[in-house]
């Protein structure tokens, strides 16, 4: 018996080295950095003996949650009870009762017997759940089969603890819209890959994934009405190698060349359906982009009628958008848009629908009789103005379903639909303008915001990348509320967004890299308060958390500490 206590001795004093020192907040790996967190001496023992106390069902789900986590990085599960445990065990208690007023807030209270965490509703208390896991300890610290080595008759081990330091959190967002997009148009990622980019978002706290779904390379949604979106637009004969050239009349180089490889994809609906579900689970909004009126080609390669010149068209093949858009003057095409936009608001709950609007080439509509007319009849001035009649006809729509429509800054041009939310994306210019007619603006511009750039100087060492550079201190150093809002313009800027293109990302190994860290640097920017905000102190927590996306096998880049 004396050997197994021995051992027992052994085991448990080689934990307690084990357990990293606190020797200040920088230590605690919690990325975004709550709004207010407090550290003070001690830690709570977790254990398979400490009750999960769950004071209100409409929490189950959440809970639920916790007790995965803990599976997956502890070995074991609790046990839920709805009423407190009079033998004084460790426990932890889940209150409904607390009314922060605040949507996404909550409070974690973690003290040498007892942890509280409080919510006023299930996204505030995911977030808190979402804070108590990056503080376990990475590796499962002990597990009953430690006390059993070498021994023939093992004593009954009633339980492992976990040391989980003790905080005071109160805690909320610095701003409403905390988005990342993916582009899956350029290069298809799959459901289950989806689904893992959606996790990562969950764990730093992001609402929003902006699922970018059509574009001149492919069409990845299935609409039932239209099968030749998806048999035909979701398909590119080949892909370019490399990055496009032209020649000196501006078209495409004959010298460059392509993979020779067919490539396509797309999501059914019910896959579609399965993603929605799973990213609202982890209180994510899913704000699907269909694009128009331009990079609009693989919509039109299955259904050329709807373009100005005709076609035939196939699917790009190349990098950069094309001339062939949506015609203006037809209105069978806004009625076959309207179409796919009823199957798509059925799918998404999302408030706003991304109609795109971005980079529509206008060659086309100077030279489309219909086009021209529509200009004529509509007292337009030019095509800048056609393409606002056509976003403001599509809002119309939009709105009459009880959605709203969000797009890209080009959507300023020509005046801006009535109700619709910019996407600033070429600079600042955009949202500060539609901030200052009082319109909602997303801020995603390519200057800090574009994960498609590079993140190292010396470009040998990365994948090829589009170009740019974006290094992870100028993303944690981005701020998405321009200086020269007046406060009341200010309250228009919803928050940000990252955007990772992926003309030059063809695996979703590369989409991790591109992202992380830079993921885990903009949710401060989005969630910490600005005056809480530190690199240093960044970059501590987030060697720490390294070792969380280590044991997740995320391939995340490490040019963690270079300037820029
Ligand atoms: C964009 O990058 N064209 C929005
Ligand atoms: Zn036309």
């Given at each position: ?22 020797t ?10 709550s709004?207010?967190?407090?550290q ?9 003996e ?8 409409a ?5 639920d ?17 709805n ?32 942890i509280?965490l ?22 499962k ?5 430690d006390?059993q ?8 081990v ?23 997009h ?9 459901k289950e890959e989806v689904k ?11 609402n929003?994934?902006h699922?970018?779904?059509?574009d001149?390379?492919?069409?990845r ?5 239209y099968?030749?979106?998806?048999s ?14 032209f020649?000196?009349e ?10 020779g ?14 993603v929605?579900?799973?990213?609202k ?6 704000v ?11 919509a ?15 699917t ?23 179409d796919?936009?009823?199957e ?12 795109g ?8 509509w100077?030279v ?9 009849d ?8 056609l393409?606002?009649y ?8 939009v709105n009459?379903?009880?959605k ?6 080009e959507?300023?041009e020509g005046?801006?639909a ?5 996407m ?5 210019q955009?949202?500060?303008a539609?901030?200052?007619?009082k ?6 511009p ?13 470009k040998?060492?990365?994948?090829m990348?589009?170009?740019g550079?974006?290094p ?13 809002l ?6 228009f800027?919803?928050g940000a967004?990252?955007?990772?293109w ?19 640097a ?17 970059i ?17 880049a490490?040019?963690f500490?270079?300037?820029?």
């Open positions: 018996m004396k050997k197994i206590i021995l051992a027992f001795a052994l085991v448990y004093s080689q934990f307690i080295i084990a357990q990293p020192k606190q200040g907040l920088a230590t605690l790996p919690i990325i975004p950095l709004k207010e967190l407090k003070s001496e001690g830690n709570f023992p977790l254990s398979t400490t009750k999960l106390v769950l004071m209100n069902d929490f189950k789900q959440e809970v949650y916790l007790n995965t986590q803990l599976k997956t990085s502890q070995g074991f599960e609790l046990q839920i009870v009423t407190l445990p009079s033998d004084g065990n460790y426990i932890i208690v889940l209150s409904p009762d607390k009314k922060t007023g605040a949507n996404e807030a909550y409070e974690l209270s973690i003290n040498p017997n007892q509280l409080s919510a006023e509703n299930n996204q505030g208390l995911y977030y808190g759940i979402q804070t108590l896991v990056q503080l376990l300890p990475v590796e610290t002990t597990t009953l089969k006390f080595v070498g021994d023939t008759s093992p004593p009954v009633k339980f492992a603890e976990v040391k989980i330091p003790c905080v005071q959190i109160t805690d909320a967002p610095s701003y409403q819209w905390r988005g990342m993916l582009d899956c148009s350029r290069h298809f990622f799959t893992k980019y959606i996790d990562y978002l969950a764990m730093y706290k992001f929003v994934f699922w970018h779904l059509t001149d390379q492919g069409w949604i299935e609409i039932k009405k099968p030749l979106l998806t035909i637009g979701s398909q590119r004969k080949e892909t370019l190698i490399g990055k496009p050239t020649d000196k501006g078209k495409p180089s004959a010298t460059d060349k392509y993979d490889k067919s490539y396509g994809g797309f999501y059914t609906q019910e896959e579609i359906k399965e929605v579900a799973y990213a689970s982890k209180h994510i909004t899913i699907p982009e269909i694009e128009m009126p331009g990079q609009s080609l693989a039109l390669a299955a259904y050329p009628q709807y373009s100005c010149a005709g076609g035939p068209f196939e790009f093949t190349r990098w950069g958008v094309s001339d062939d858009v949506y015609c203006a003057g037809n209105d069978e095409t806004f009625s076959f848009i309207q796919i936009l009823t798509v608001m059925a799918l998404f709950p999302s408030e706003y629908i991304h109609i609007g971005d980079e529509c080439v206008k060659e086309r100077k489309c009789a219909k086009c021209q007319k529509r200009i004529a509509e007292h337009l001035k030019n095509e800048n103005e393409q606002s056509f976003i403001t006809r599509i809002e119309k729509f009459a379903k009880g709203k429509i969000i797009g890209w800054d959507i300023l005046g801006l009535p109700n619709a939310a910019v600033s994306w070429r600079g600042t955009g949202g500060i539609a901030a200052k007619q319109h909602y603006v997303v801020m995603t390519g200057k800090p915001c574009y994960f498609d750039h590079y993140q190292s100087k010396d040998t060492k990365e994948p990348a589009i170009g550079f974006n992870l201190d100028s993303v944690y150093a981005y701020n998405p509320t321009p200086k020269n007046t406060a009341e313009e200010a309250t800027i919803m967004q990252a955007n990772v992926t003309e030059y990302i063809t695996s979703f190994s590369q989409v991790e890299y591109m992202s992380m860290p830079r993921m885990a903009l949710s401060e920017s989005l969630w910490t308060p600005k005056a809480k905000k530190n690199y240093k102190d960044f501590v927590r987030l060697k720490a958390h390294a070792k969380t996306l280590d044991k997740m096998g995320v391939n995340y490490k040019h500490e270079q300037k820029k």
